[in-house]
């Protein structure tokens, strides 16, 4: 794929998928803009990067939907002073996105392969303000607490209770909630010792694989 046409596929993916559907931070909608998606999807499919759909990225795990994408970064309300987790790294591509919006990012991936792909791949792009973790992202990440912004992209039958222990006063999550196929994209708000939650429509992601997720 060459330069010029990835950019045109891109431009026209964040007007006609995202900006159309009622995306308008324009911080996100520009972060998505420059990260090049082709760039994370296995070769053999790159001529689908900015299609409209999930794609397979190996070890059976996904890319989402360029606008849940957006979506998802966009209902965590970021101005970029935020320290951010996320858990599910998968191929880096909504890492390389947060990592433009927000101050500091700990992106943790149970799949050893796939978190040194992502990592490799955004050491290539100097992006510097992520750290990358190995391991159950059910349990957070006590050590780097307390975050600002949770953004899970693997689905939990409930909320995690380290996230709402490791999240700061007023921070938000967003995860995908519910059963193991289909779930309510999700968004909960931290307000004194309540944890309020929005739904923000239906989704379908693959399940958080750990001690407060799924066994498996
Ligand atoms: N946002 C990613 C991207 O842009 O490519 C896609 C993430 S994919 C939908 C979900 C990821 O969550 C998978 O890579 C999966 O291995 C990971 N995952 C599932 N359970 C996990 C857990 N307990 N801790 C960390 N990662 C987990």
């Not at 990225?57 to 996320?86: C, D, F, H, N, W």
Request: net charge neutral; glycine share 10%.
């Amino acid at each position: 794929m060459d330069l010029v046409k990835e950019n045109v596929l891109r431009r026209r993916m964040v007007e006609e998928q995202i900006r159309r559907r009622g995306i308008r931070d324009e911080r996100v909608l520009s972060a998505m803009e420059e990260v090049p998606r082709h760039l994370f999807v296995p070769k053999e499919i790159r001529h689908l990067a900015y299609a409209d759909e999930p794609l397979p990225i190996g070890e059976g795990q996904t890319i989402s939907q360029p606008y849940i994408v957006a979506e998802m970064t966009a209902a965590l309300r970021l101005s970029g002073t935020e320290k951010v987790l996320e858990v599910g790294t998968g191929s880096g591509y909504q890492t390389a996105i947060l990592a433009r919006l927000c101050r500091e990012l700990v992106t943790i991936e149970r799949l050893a392969s796939l978190s040194s792909g992502a990592r490799r791949l955004l050491a290539t792009m100097e992006i510097g303000n992520v750290t990358f973790l190995v391991g159950d992202g059910s349990l957070g990440s006590p050590g780097q607490a307390p975050f600002d912004r949770i953004l899970s992209a693997a689905a939990a039958p409930s909320v995690p209770a380290p996230w709402i222990s490791q999240l700061s006063q007023g921070g938000i999550i967003v995860l995908p909630l519910g059963g193991r196929y289909e779930q309510e994209l999700s968004r909960v708000t931290l307000v004194g010792d309540r944890a309020e939650t929005e739904f923000l429509g239906g989704c379908r992601f693959v399940p958080l694989v750990g001690i407060h997720g799924f066994n498996r």
